[in-house]
């Protein structure tokens, strides 16, 4: 069977190899993923992956490979379990460090993981839904989606819980908020499904944080959740013109530098000196 895609015109299904939507006539062109040839490449080789989702991956393994380091090094007998100090250096939410000045946690917590169990976790449901977001919005939009709802659901965590917070889940929620604003847009019975299944993907995740003995965060994963919804209604899908597709890659750009100097802030506050 030929996979099928959305016309960003009528919303119909058409096949991936129809330049001219069969319904309303419009030209269609390649998705945002074949217009990437590195994105291509590597997702070739990795089922449903997609360069910028492998990108997120990598980073968050790294880091966590960082901590646990550090965690050894500090004598924690569970290299499993990060300890709330090698936590806060990296850069988890705190609510009274980000009051009196460091900002920069409400980006760096978002590649911060407590516990094995926490980033294979996040890092299979990444490892899908990124996936799905990159192929439906773009590269550009994902960075930018992913990059708010962060921001956002650390920010309306420092409000609603105070403790250290950390998690690829706030981004996470932003993406499953994009792809619920997606069946919004689309008035059709296909956007009612796509609704219907994001918007239950995110009650199990709320659910999930309500059971006894797990520390998650839900305020996180609202605020992240809201962001994520309103940053994908705005967004669109990609093929809307060349002025508004160098808009969202330049507000990429803006994403990957500010995040950038985020850990860079991070790196000065972890080798400050009598630390």
């Given at each position: 069977m030929a996979e099928l895609r959305m016309c960003p015109?009528?919303?119909?299904?058409?096949?991936?190899?129809?330049?001219?939507?069969?319904?309303?006539?419009?030209?269609?062109?390649?998705?945002?993923?074949?217009r990437s040839g590195l994105s291509s490449a590597?997702?070739?080789?990795?089922?449903?992956a997609r360069f910028t989702t492998t990108v997120l991956l990598v980073i968050n393994f790294g880091l966590y490979l960082a901590l646990t380091l550090t965690t050894i090094r500090a004598g924690n007998p569970d290299p499993f379990s990060i300890?709330?100090?090698?936590?806060?250096?990296?850069?988890?939410?705190?609510?009274?460090?980000?009051v009196f000045g460091q900002w920069w946690r409400l980006v760096t917590a978002g590649f911060l993981h407590g516990g094995l169990l926490h980033i294979l976790m996040n890092s299979w449901?990444?490892?899908?839904?990124?996936?799905?977001?990159?192929?439906?919005?773009?590269?550009?939009?994902?960075?930018?989606?992913y990059f708010m709802a962060t921001v956002g659901g650390f920010f309306a965590s420092t409000f609603w819980y105070r403790g250290l917070s950390v998690g690829a889940s706030a981004g996470?929620?932003?993406?499953?908020?994009?792809?619920?604003?997606?069946?919004?847009?689309?008035?059709?019975?296909?956007?009612?499904?796509?609704?219907?299944?994001?918007?239950?993907w995110a009650i199990y995740g709320l659910l999930l944080g309500l059971l006894p003995g797990l520390r998650v965060d839900n305020a996180?994963?609202?605020?992240?959740?809201?962001v994520g919804l309103g940053?994908?209604?705005?967004?669109?899908?990609?093929?809307?013109?060349?002025?508004?597709?160098?808009?969202?890659?330049?507000?990429?750009?803006?994403?990957?530098v500010v995040t950038a100097l985020c850990f860079a802030q991070m790196y000065m506050w972890l080798t400050r000196p009598g630390r």
């Amino acid at each position: 069977m030929a996979e099928l895609r959305m016309c960003p015109h009528c919303r119909a299904f058409i096949s991936r190899r129809d330049r001219v939507c069969p319904y309303c006539e419009s030209e269609v062109g390649p998705t945002a993923a074949e217009r990437s040839g590195l994105s291509s490449a590597l997702g070739g080789r990795i089922p449903q992956a997609r360069f910028t989702t492998t990108v997120l991956l990598v980073i968050n393994f790294g880091l966590y490979l960082a901590l646990t380091l550090t965690t050894i090094r500090a004598g924690n007998p569970d290299p499993f379990s990060i300890d709330g100090r090698t936590l806060f250096d990296f850069g988890a939410k705190y609510r009274d460090a980000i009051v009196f000045g460091q900002w920069w946690r409400l980006v760096t917590a978002g590649f911060l993981h407590g516990g094995l169990l926490h980033i294979l976790m996040n890092s299979w449901v990444l490892f899908d839904l990124g996936a799905v977001v990159e192929q439906t919005y773009g590269a550009a939009r994902l960075i930018v989606i992913y990059f708010m709802a962060t921001v956002g659901g650390f920010f309306a965590s420092t409000f609603w819980y105070r403790g250290l917070s950390v998690g690829a889940s706030a981004g996470i929620f932003g993406l499953i908020g994009a792809m619920i604003a997606l069946g919004v847009r689309c008035r059709s019975p296909l956007g009612v499904a796509i609704r219907s299944f994001y918007f239950r993907w995110a009650i199990y995740g709320l659910l999930l944080g309500l059971l006894p003995g797990l520390r998650v965060d839900n305020a996180a994963h609202l605020g992240g959740l809201f962001v994520g919804l309103g940053a994908g209604y705005m967004a669109g899908l990609p093929g809307q013109g060349d002025r508004l597709e160098r808009f969202w890659r330049l507000a990429a750009a803006a994403a990957i530098v500010v995040t950038a100097l985020c850990f860079a802030q991070m790196y000065m506050w972890l080798t400050r000196p009598g630390r």
